[in-house]
């Protein structure tokens, strides 16, 4: 149950302008049908975890963003550990967080951050949420919105896909990695970056799983919460999309 309200403030965080998720959009991020995910929100709507609107669709109570949140660092912490600590690959974590991260107590989550040295991120670059339910500020923009030439970093990667992972792992576009826009074929056609002095070309579709920020917008880890009292001015509410910063951007279709 706890899954669905963690994908529903997942897929809200990467929505510009609105909290509100279809079930449409749920049933494809969870790869069941939408009348599975209906039967679902009818359940956490009594439970007051949900509100739904009919033709508008469902966002979460307080309730339900805190139990989204205690699943969310659970799962980020667990995919964190294993890659830091047990050295599994980014492509590898999500599945084995899903099975593991349930199960983790909150007095474990606390010895895995202290171990990692309080990481702020996920290896997929999302943000992993406090034990009292504050979130990472995350500034970022999906790639792309941006026109080149622009000096970037790669924030967030919005895909689970063993594949699609290991291919920009091989390109070396990970979170916390820099590169340069070099151009945007227009129409949705293909980018060309520059990534440690060589050139590589993306497709559209691969782009757009893509979040980016300037470099200097890129924290990787909070301070010791024990000397730091939890870094407050780090820490803020739900993860949005960043206020627009008067970037030119170029016409691109809806997919």
């Keep these: 149950m706890r899954e669905y309200l963690a994908e529903v403030y997942r897929v809200a965080s990467y929505q510009p302008h609105s909290d509100w998720v279809t079930t449409s959009a749920l049933a494809e991020r969870m790869n069941v049908s939408p009348p599975a995910v209906a039967r679902m929100v009818g359940r956490l709507k009594k439970r007051g975890l949900l509100e739904h609107e009919p033709y508008q669709g469902m966002r979460l109570t ?49 010895r895995m951050s202290e171990l990692m040295g309080h990481p702020q991120r996920c290896p997929h670059g999302e943000p992993i949420p406090t034990a009292d339910g504050r979130v990472p500020v995350v500034v970022d923009e999906v790639l792309t919105a941006i026109s080149p030439p622009a000096l970037l970093v790669v924030s967030r990667v919005n895909t689970d896909d063993p594949e699609k992972l290991t291919y920009l792992e091989s390109l070396g576009l990970k979170p916390g990695c820099p590169f340069e826009l070099v151009s945007c074929a227009p129409f949705g056609g293909p980018l060309r970056l520059r990534i440690e002095g060589q050139e590589q070309v993306i497709g559209a579709e691969l782009a757009a799983t893509l979040r980016v920020c300037a470099p200097e917008a890129f924290p990787t880890h909070l301070p010791d919460p024990a000397a730091a009292g939890e870094a407050e001015a780090a820490l803020e509410g739900p993860v949005a999309d960043p206020p627009r910063r008067g970037r030119r951007r170029r016409h691109q279709s809806s997919n």
Excluded at 77 to 106: K, M, R
């Design 62 to 110: 307080p309730a339900g963003r805190q139990e989204a949140l205690l699943h969310l660092r659970r799962h980020r912490l667990t995919e964190a550990f294993l890659v830091q600590v047990l050295g599994f690959g980014w492509q590898e974590v999500h599945h084995e967080a899903d099975v593991i991260g349930p199960a983790v107590s909150e007095r474990v989550a606390r």
